[in-house]
């Protein structure tokens, strides 16, 4: 069982950076690869970024690519999201998850344990 909660969103303005945390409860954070997905209203939850269960290896959906970047330390149980070059596009409450899979996988249908959620509001 593998517990998350996120922190770190908030308001800001177009252009501007905030950073995601998603701390994980356990000892086997470090057995699972790591996703974050978002979801504004009306919208279908979407995959952002997704990382292997060393950091070795990660992924991007292609409308973040280049301005977020995703990373872990397994020493502190914790998953990072750095978003730059925000948009108003971007506004959406955001989740991590893990997936105790081998493969990098970008549905939601995939991974096996979820966060709360943490909003993120991009102001044009």
């Known amino acids: 069982q593998v517990q998350l909660v996120e922190s770190g969103g908030g308001l800001v303005q177009a252009g501007g950076s905030l950073r995601l945390s998603c701390a994980a409860s356990?000892?086997?954070?470090?057995?699972?690869?790591m996703g974050w997905f978002r979801q504004a209203p009306g919208k279908e939850r979407e995959f952002v970024a997704v990382?292997?269960?060393?950091?070795?290896?990660?992924y991007y959906a292609d409308s973040v690519k280049g301005r977020f970047t995703i990373s872990r330390d397994n020493a502190k149980n914790t998953l990072y999201l750095q978003m730059n070059s925000l948009k108003p596009e971007d506004t959406a409450v955001y989740y991590c998850?893990?997936?105790?899979?081998?493969?990098?996988?970008?549905?939601?249908?995939?991974?096996?344990?979820w966060g709360q959620g943490t909003q993120v509001t991009v102001s044009s």
């Open positions: 990382i292997s269960w060393s950091g070795g290896s990660t």
């Open positions: 998850a893990a997936d105790s899979g081998i493969l990098l996988v970008t549905t939601v249908s995939e991974y096996d344990y």
């Open positions: 356990g000892r086997t954070f470090n057995r699972y690869a």
